[in-house]
């Protein structure tokens, strides 16, 4: 079946500008998860959602950062106000009820000028 | 959050064994460990994970010291697809939150 999937792959955006980023689970996956990869980095924790429990935010690194997940489906990571800093990979995982086996998208690659 | 600790690179032969080192001296008794890794210009994939036993599966093996505070990621037999970064994670029972930290880069010689 299709995988994880996300939109755009890459964003080039000015700073100061606002951005979202989508990604489409898998079908059926209940708990969703948000990453970012720096550049030679490790992935940095984002926002993890589960079914219809409130989200886990506590990796979201400034309030200009949030995310939400429409209807158990698909979610939005969205950048307000964007800095250079913010220029990553943004990694999208979704995975079954409570399972340890996370499938990760291709990466949505962010870069602002 | 428990804290792994992994070498930044490691190298082996095509077809020959493979064991990656991490060390979670911190790791409490309800942390679960788990191994993803990351091929290049690709999103990491699920490896393996445990609790206390030794785990196998079809990518791999899990050794769990007896006192949890260390692990081995053990590749029977490294092909060249298996070059990757290999990340060891803790993840607490009742949360989902994975903190990834740098991992293991594993370059394979043919």
């Known amino acids: 079946g299709a995988g994880v999937s996300q939109s755009p792959s890459n964003k080039v955006t000015e700073k100061g500008k606002d951005v979202e980023l989508r990604c489409d689970p898998i079908?059926?996956?209940?708990?969703l998860y948000w990453y970012r990869q720096s550049l030679g980095q490790g992935l940095e924790f984002l926002i993890y959602f589960q079914g219809n429990s409130a989200p886990d935010k506590s990796g979201l690194p400034s309030d200009r950062f949030s995310a939400e997940r429409t209807g158990g489906s698909v979610s939005t990571l969205t950048i307000q106000r964007t800095q250079q800093e913010d220029s990553a990979v943004y990694l999208c995982?979704?995975?079954?009820?409570?399972?340890?086996?996370?499938?990760f998208g291709p990466g949505t690659r962010l870069t602002v000028t | 959050d428990a804290k792994t600790t992994q070498p930044n690179s490691m190298e082996s032969n095509e077809e020959e064994p493979v064991h990656l080192p991490c060390n979670h001296s911190?790791?409490?008794?309800?942390?679960?460990i788990h191994w993803y890794r990351q091929l290049p210009s690709q999103g990491p994939e699920y490896v393996i994970h445990?609790?206390?036993s030794n785990v196998n599966n079809r990518m791999a093996s899990l050794a769990i010291a007896e006192d949890r505070k260390s692990s081995t990621l053990i590749l029977h037999r490294a092909t060249l697809r298996d070059a990757a970064v290999y990340y060891c994670i803790l993840r607490s029972s009742g949360t989902y939150k994975y903190i990834f930290g740098t991992g293991t880069r594993l370059k394979v010689l043919a």
């Open positions: 995982a979704s995975s079954p009820d409570y399972s340890d086996e996370q499938y």
């Open positions: 445990g609790l206390t």
């Open positions: 911190t790791i409490s008794g309800t942390d679960y």
């Open positions: 079908s059926g996956h209940t708990a």
